[in-house]
């Protein structure tokens, strides 16, 4: 009887897992490069909370959906190494970005994020962005194509 608690719980978590990944693929590949905000409130719990360099706030879906659309007017580019880790509810990233800033120059940086993720949904993040170089000069991956880090696990 044990076994068997053992292993269902086991199998419980890899499928919390597979759903919390799809979300994060869809949520990279599909809002974030598309622009398919109308994917935003399936994909975001009712109050997300983001922790930043400026500080702590939550934010609805729709609210969320306007931040959005004003950062893609920015040009930003996605850069994720092949850093990736999926342990529960919780999906972790390393990731370099390039944007347009407000004076027509070029922003880079680096990020760390994690994500936390409740009933499949995004609930909880925390972002340290670093402004300068990006991690690596040769970054292999966008988060246009994030789904292929995960074939490697």
Known sequence: ???ILCCSSAIA???IESKNIETLILWNEEVWCKGRVDLVSQLVAPSYTRHENQGTRSVTPS???LEILALRKR????????????DGNLIWTRWSMRADGPNGDKITGRVLQTYRF???KLAETW???TAGEMW????PFTSCNISELFKSR
């Open 75 to 86: 040009n930003i580019e996605l850069f994720l190494p092949n850093d990736i880790g999926v």
């Open 63 to 65: 609210e969320y959906v």
């Open 118 to 120: 409740k009933n499949g």
């Open 13 to 15: 978590n890899e499928n």
């Open 127 to 129: 972002l340290v962005f």
């Open 136 to 139: 690596s000069k040769d970054e």
């Open 1 to 3: 009887m044990l076994i």
